[in-house]
């Protein structure tokens, strides 16, 4: 599971060290991105900021429901590949907005932080969980349980991170 994690960690600092390339992949005719532009809701920095959060809240539970109804198959390593095409989705809609904003620099980098706060709330609440972990029965060894929440700490900062550096700063001009 940690050589898993590494690969991810590795992943993403490639997908952060490369983003100009990445970004420059997804042009600025797709249709999504003019109908976020086309939106007058989207260019105040505060709305955009909210429905990024929202949108980082809809795919986070919707791949913990996929996640959670996979366990039901016994097909092996199909949470993986559900794990992996999350993060594809996650960057390109976090790619979408960065192309799709047409405001300040200022404001661009409230966006990025307001919508990638959802993941510092799920960090917070992880920590909480961590230090207040408790065996359910006398006995009962934490020890999964903490690892799993160790990694799922590291994760969740990771895509704050990620998702602040792509959302929040400005592209420069080519």
């Known amino acids: 599971m940690a050589l898993i994690l590494l690969i991810g960690l590795l992943g993403v600092g490639l997908v952060l060290f490369f983003q100009r390339p990445i970004i420059d992949m997804l042009s600025e005719d797709h249709t999504l991105v003019h109908k976020l532009k086309d939106s007058t809701w989207f260019q105040n920095h505060w709305l955009s900021g909210i429905f990024l959060f929202l949108m980082n809240g809809f795919l ?13 198959l016994f097909i092996p390593y199909v949470h993986l590949l559900v794990m992996f095409c999350a993060v594809i989705a996650s960057i390109f809609l976090w790619i979408l907005i960065h192309k799709a904003w047409q405001g300040t620099k200022r404001n661009r980098l409230k966006i990025g932080m307001i919508g990638s706060s959802f993941y510092i709330f799920l960090t917070c ?10 065996p359910s029965y006398p006995g009962e060894d934490t020890f999964m349980g903490a690892i799993g929440l160790v990694f799922a700490i590291i994760v969740t900062a990771i895509a704050f991170i990620t998702c602040f550096v792509i959302t929040g700063f400005q592209r420069e001009s080519s």
């Open 125 to 134: 609440i992880f920590i909480y969980w961590l230090m207040t972990l408790k």
């Open 60 to 72: 986070f539970f919707s791949t913990g429901l996929v996640l959670y109804l996979s366990m039901y």
